[in-house]
T-cell receptor
Framework: AQSVTQPDIHITVSEGASLELRCNYS??????LFWYVQSPGQGLQLLLK??????LVQGIKGFEAEFKRSQSSFNLRKPSVHWSDAAEYFC?????????????FGAGTRLFVKA | DTEVTQTPKHLVMGMTNKKSLKCEQH?????MYWYKQKAKKPPELMFV???????INESVPSRFSPECPNSSLLNLHLHALQPEDSALYLC??????????????FGPGTRLTVL
């Protein structure tokens, strides 16, 4: 069955510290991978995506993620966290084929940033 | 324009009311989505329209009635809702073809409260 696992329900990091949010997926084929961020009461904003090519992808707001096929992982990283990064982060997998619409979301990881 | 707009931002309704949520995009996307999101949970897919035709209905109760009047607009008509339907309702859009174009762009959501 297709699934996305985000093992950490919440993470607290100090401002200026590095961040890594974990994501593991189970998918029958090579997936199309996303990280979204959601501030309280807001919609989801796409941080980055992986479709093919270089397995290290750069996104907005200084985030990057690395696709590791052997580990079925797509972890999100940021070298220095800012207080404004406090939000909910969702990893997701989507279909590659035309007419495939179902994006599978992980349960989310809530990021807290302390001063 | 890479924006999905949703109105209203907030909606409070009684269980006997009829109301509608509206979503609009001008990115030329031909796939549009409704999601329901409860607090501290990922979005749950409700409906997908592709080329203005209903493509996916995730067994949503009939008190929710979607409508796609044209390629830019998506409505969700609400009638006889229950308090447990209170949630953030998110609209999204994407290209309907597979591959690198099918990332979804999300609106800010409508916060619905059913009394």
């Amino acid at each position: 069955a297709q699934s996305v696992t985000q093992p950490d329900i919440h993470i607290t990091v100090s401002e200026g510290a590095s961040l890594e949010l974990r994501c593991n997926y189970s998918y029958g084929a090579t997936p199309y991978l996303f990280w979204y961020v959601q501030s309280p009461g807001q919609g989801l904003q796409l941080l980055l995506k992986y479709f093919s090519g270089d397995t290290l992808v750069q996104g907005i707001k200084g985030f990057e993620a690395e696709f590791k096929r052997s580990q079925s992982s797509f972890n999100l990283r940021k070298p220095s966290v800012h207080w404004s990064d406090a939000a909910e982060y969702f990893c997701a997998v989507g279909p590659r084929h035309t007419g495939g619409f179902k994006t599978i979301f992980g349960a989310g990881t809530r990021l807290f940033v302390k001063a | 324009d890479t924006e999905v707009t949703q109105t209203p931002k907030h909606l409070v309704m009684g269980m006997t009311n009829k109301k509608s949520l509206k979503c609009e995009q001008h990115m030329g996307h031909r796939a549009m989505y409704w999601y329901k999101q409860k607090a501290k949970k990922p979005p749950e897919l409700m409906f997908v329209y592709s080329y203005e035709k209903l493509s996916i209905n995730e067994s949503v109760p009939s008190r929710f009635s979607p409508e796609c009047p044209n390629s830019s607009l998506l409505n969700l008509h609400l009638h006889a809702l229950q308090p447990e339907d209170s949630a953030l309702y998110l609209c999204a859009s994407s290209h309907p073809t597979g591959g690198s174009h099918n990332e979804q762009f999300f609106g800010p959501g409508t916060r619905l409260t059913v009394l």
